[in-house]
């Protein structure tokens, strides 16, 4: 399918391969694995969906994306400035949400600086964990994290906690699909509470969550109640990046690195990110860090 993907980019959105070309530049091997399971299972989950359909989204996506990075390289502010504002507008829309999740899971492989990051969670942090690892995703989302530890570790189960209704569904059927019903289990919740439904675990998953938060402290504090001693943590913060339902402003890696103050949180490991090709004029350039923490 990555051949026919591309070919349509080829043919209906053109100035978009110099980024995807970029991307599996990243990682050939890579780009193509994780391409084909993103579209296999797309096209399951969205039966109704093309692939000339997801690429349409896709170009989409990044063409909004990159106007809300002018806007708030214009303004200095985000959309939402509250999480309650995104929820409402983003987590509790299913209309939104359904576009939304498709283009994200796309990005995944299309975008390199994702790509980068899906390279940095499969070799640095997982083979870490046990075999049989009790894994907590935080606001899965899509659910693509949780299940490529699944996929590595045949004895792991996984719990994920989401606010939305239909996060919850989409990563239940992307599971199923995936051949991971029997391991993985959905709960709608907020993740910052995921005590109630999972009291601690090994492995902790919690991407692209923390700049999504009014306190993203919170998040930390909690991470770190949920793991047992000796237990590990993978985190992402999108640094100075506009995004529709993003609402903490990280201006730099050194004000995330401040949340681990006062935590029984090591950092063993990081990766900072940015896309590979910056509009020119670009004042606050977007950003990731991954980080991988041990308690």
Same mark, same amino acid.
């Given at each position: 399918?990555?051949?026919?993907?591309?070919?349509?980019?080829?043919?209906?959105?053109?100035?978009?391969?110099?980024?995807?070309?970029?991307?599996?530049?990243?990682?050939?091997?890579?780009?193509?694995?994780?391409?084909?399971?993103?579209?296999?299972?797309?096209?399951?989950?969205?039966?109704?969906?093309?692939?000339?359909?997801?690429?349409?989204?896709?170009?989409?996506?990044?063409? +909004?994306?990159?106007?809300?990075?002018?806007?708030?390289?214009? $303004?200095?502010?985000?959309?939402?400035?509250?999480?309650?504002?995104?929820?409402?507008?983003?987590?509790?829309?299913?209309?939104?949400?359904?576009?939304?999740?498709?283009?994200?899971?796309? $990005?995944?492989?299309?975008?390199?600086?994702?790509?980068?990051?899906?390279?940095?969670?499969?070799? =640095?942090?997982?083979?870490?964990?046990?075999?049989?690892?009790?894994?907590? +995703?935080?606001?899965?989302?899509?659910?693509?994290? @949780?299940?490529?530890?699944?996929?590595?570790?045949?004895?792991?189960?996984?719990? @994920?906690?989401? %606010?939305?209704?239909?996060?919850? $569904?989409?990563?239940? =059927?992307?599971?199923?699909?995936?051949?991971?019903?029997?391991?993985?289990?959905?709960?709608? @919740?907020?993740?910052?509470?995921?005590? =109630?439904?999972?009291?601690?675990?090994?492995?902790?998953?919690?991407?692209?969550?923390?700049?999504?938060?009014?306190?993203?402290?919170?998040?930390?504090?909690?991470?770190?109640?949920?793991?047992?001693?000796? @237990?590990?943590?993978?985190?992402?913060?999108?640094?100075?990046?506009?995004?529709?339902?993003?609402?903490?402003?990280?201006?730099?890696?050194?004000?995330?690195?401040?949340?681990?103050?006062?935590?029984?949180?090591?950092?063993?490991?990081?990766?900072?990110?940015?896309?590979?090709? %910056?509009?020119?004029?670009?004042?606050?350039?977007?950003?990731?860090?991954?980080?991988?923490?041990?308690?």
């Amino acid at each position: 399918m990555i051949s026919e993907l591309l070919s349509i980019f080829e043919r209906d959105d053109p100035k978009s391969l110099k980024s995807i070309n970029q991307a599996r530049a990243v990682d050939p091997q890579l780009f193509d694995a994780i391409g084909e399971q993103v579209l296999a299972t797309a096209r399951k989950v969205f039966p109704e969906h093309s692939l000339a359909d997801l690429a349409k989204a896709y170009s989409v996506f990044t063409f +909004e994306q990159n106007w809300l990075q002018a806007k708030y390289d214009k $303004t200095g502010k985000y959309t939402c400035d509250t999480h309650a504002a995104a929820n409402s507008a983003v987590y509790q829309n299913n209309t939104v949400m359904s576009e939304y999740f498709a283009q994200l899971l796309l $990005t995944q492989f299309l975008w390199p600086h994702h790509l980068e990051i899906v390279r940095f969670f499969r070799n =640095k942090f997982v083979p870490q964990l046990k075999d049989n690892c009790q894994i907590l +995703e935080m606001a899965p989302g899509h659910g693509f994290y @949780g299940r490529l530890i699944l996929e590595q570790k045949p004895h792991a189960q996984l719990l @994920g906690v989401d %606010i939305s209704p239909f996060a919850i $569904t989409l990563a239940t =059927k992307s599971a199923q699909v995936e051949g991971f019903a029997d391991r993985a289990v959905y709960q709608q @919740g907020d993740a910052l509470q995921a005590g =109630k439904f999972l009291p601690e675990c090994n492995a902790v998953i919690a991407g692209e969550l923390l700049e999504h938060l009014d306190h993203p402290k919170q998040l930390m504090e909690a991470v770190s109640r949920q793991l047992t001693v000796g @237990g590990r943590a993978f985190v992402t913060a999108a640094i100075t990046a506009a995004q529709i339902d993003h609402v903490y402003e990280f201006k730099n890696e050194a004000e995330v690195y401040a949340l681990l103050e006062g935590l029984p949180l090591k950092l063993t490991d990081s990766l900072l990110v940015a896309p590979k090709t %910056i509009r020119p004029g670009t004042i606050r350039i977007p950003r990731v860090l991954a980080m991988i923490f041990e308690k």
